[in-house]
């Protein structure tokens, strides 16, 4: 079982029990003197399989009258609810929010705990600032308490003040990390029940999930912890092959084990973060002394002759964009061996991406399953895909004038599509669709399991920012190109437009560079030239989108083209 499962046992199956059994009083029983707390302490077998996790208990099973008048302290993640933009519409902050409000319907008093950084949101200035901010997400008064600077334990009293608190930051105090008994039981003061919902600390051994767990009757893994662990056994379970890990992050010597263990299930294992130099160093090639871990060097050979044995492929990155140390506005793509003194690399470069997008084309994504006889009145006729929908006009108006196609609108904004779904369901058209989703990894997921063909894709007016070399990943990258060319009919035609002229001519050029040898231009349509380019002066279709509409208002000039599939692909 690898260090992540190890935790997740640990800090949610050691005290499975009911108030009836294990008295308030009792708690003190599993306390430690020493501050540290290792984890192997508890017994736990090596399996080497996922499916050997054993059940962990979840607030949704736990008997809602046993929360009424309890003190329930709730690990909450920052990285979710916290960020500079919240997006309340997604999965893992609804989950998140439901855990407290739950919790305070149910009749419990709730106190909240986390670690922040102004790095993720420059407002988190101090507890009183992210008490404001909880406040106003929850829509529910938020007490900052100061009770771990103080040292002093939470009092009966103190929680007649209000019904949610939140403890100070977590971050401040070295005792969270080295998972010190005595600080974990004076942040437990007062506490019958834990929560944990911060899943991506599983992986940690804190006096706030683990030690806490040791001085509470009970704990348990709150909503948004339950989806993510379910989101993990399910992959987990596929049998389909390649098996693609992507690895990002540091700390190669303390997850050693863990990716030993992703090495004993996949296919590849893809490095992208911190770990990736490393592994480069591990492999012989020159990486700078300042992004080489010193004491993980023999531990990179292992996993590298690990991998080798076990045939498991392993890519790195080749280049990576990086911002100059001096001037940080200056930007340059450097191969991954040769990254000058005073150079600091930021993201991964353009080779590198394209390796990965190779890699997870071939491997099977993780499908979409979308029952297309509810979605339309009949999922046999031809489909037509809009990528980023927007706000749908152009969907909503071919629907209504081509009842012979089926139209589906992909957008990342789950806001929008949420808008255009509920236009579609009061207007009663039965052929127009929207998913929430980045076409960019989603597109040949979804479109292939449609029943009827493909004949159109329609890519307008995306952000002109994409342009942009340091905004790269906003629009139309390799994989997303190949798969339209793969799954266009014969015939089958793509419609691009901008209003920014550079934007336009870039999407030409990607889908005849990256389309495979399939699309070419429909020169025929070409009637204006603007700055000695072609283009097609009007939409073909007479519908407009929302941008294009703007933009034909004030005057500005449109640039349009089409490309199609030839009959032989």
């Not at 988190?124 to 008490?131: C, H, I, P, R």
């Not at 890990?245 to 992703?262: C, D, E, P, T, W």
Request: net charge neutral.
């Amino acid at each position: 079982m690898s260090p992540v499962l190890k935790t997740v046992q640990t800090t949610l199956s050691l005290n499975k029990l009911s108030s009836s059994n294990y008295p308030r009083k009792e708690k003190k029983l599993l306390q430690h003197g020493s501050c540290s707390f290792p984890i192997n302490n508890v017994q736990l077998s090596f399996r080497g399989e996922l499916e050997a996790l054993p059940h962990v208990q979840t607030l949704r099973e736990f008997p809602r009258e046993e929360l009424v008048a309890k003190v329930v302290m709730v690990r909450f993640d920052s990285t979710i609810l916290l960020g500079e933009k919240l997006d309340l519409s997604s999965q893992s902050a609804s989950k998140a929010l439901y855990t407290i409000k739950y919790l305070h319907e149910c009749g419990a008093k709730v106190i909240l705990m986390s670690e922040w950084s102004r790095k993720i949101n420059p407002k988190l200035l101090d507890a009183q600032a992210v008490a404001d901010i909880l406040s106003s997400v929850l829509q529910l008064n938020v007490i900052a308490l100061r009770c771990i600077s103080c040292k002093s334990p939470l009092r009966r009293e103190d929680l007649q003040k209000a019904d949610i608190f939140l403890l100070e930051n977590l971050s401040e105090y070295k005792e969270e990390v080295a998972n010190c008994s005595k600080f974990a039981e004076l942040l437990s003061s007062e506490v019958d029940i834990l929560v944990n919902d911060s899943f991506c600390q599983s992986h940690k051994v804190l006096a706030s999930t683990v030690g806490v767990a040791r001085f509470c009757y009970a704990s348990m893994a709150g909503f948004s912890f339950e989806e993510n662990l379910h989101q993990l056994k399910k992959i987990a379970k596929t049998k389909k092959k390649p098996y693609l890990a992507v690895i990002g992050g540091g700390n190669l010597k303390r997850n050693a084990a863990a990716l030993q263990f992703l090495a004993s299930r996949c296919d590849a294992l893809v490095f992208v973060g911190q770990m990736s130099f490393q592994i480069m160093s591990a492999l012989g090639h020159s990486i700078p002394t300042n992004l080489v871990e010193r004491d993980a060097h023999k531990a990179a050979l292992d996993i590298v002759q690990f991998a080798h044995d076990k045939n498991v492929l392993m890519s790195y990155p080749k280049d990576f964009w990086c911002t100059n140390q001096h001037l940080p506005t200056e930007l340059e793509v450097f191969p991954a061996h040769g990254v000058s003194a005073s150079w600091l690399p930021v993201d991964l470069g353009p080779r590198s991406l394209e390796e990965i997008y190779s890699l997870v084309t071939n491997s099977k994504a993780y499908p979409f399953e979308i029952d297309w006889s509810v979605a339309y009145h009949d999922a046999s006729q031809p489909l037509v895909v809009d990528i980023g929908s927007g706000n749908g006009l152009f969907i909503m108006g071919m629907a209504q004038n081509r009842k012979d196609l089926n139209f589906l609108g992909l957008e990342i904004n789950g806001k929008l599509v949420r808008r255009c779904l509920d236009s579609v369901h009061q207007s009663g058209i039965r052929n127009a669709y929207f998913i929430g989703s980045n076409a960019t990894t989603t597109f040949r997921s979804i479109v292939s399991s449609y029943p009827g063909e493909l004949v159109l894709v329609s890519v307008q007016c995306p952000n002109p920012d994409f342009n942009k070399p340091e905004n790269r990943w906003s629009m139309l990258q390799r994989s997303l190109i190949e798969a339209v060319a793969d799954l266009l009919a014969s015939k089958g035609k793509v419609f691009l437009q901008s209003d920014v002229e550079a934007v336009a001519m870039r999407m030409k050029e990607q889908f005849l560079q990256y389309g495979k040898g399939k699309l070419h231009l429909s020169h025929d349509q070409y009637n204006i030239r603007i700055n000695g380019n072609a283009w097609l002066e009007e939409n073909p279709f007479g519908i407009h989108s929302d941008w294009e509409q703007h933009v034909i208002d004030r005057g500005a000039p449109m640039y349009r083209l089409m490309l199609s599939k030839s009959t032989g692909s």
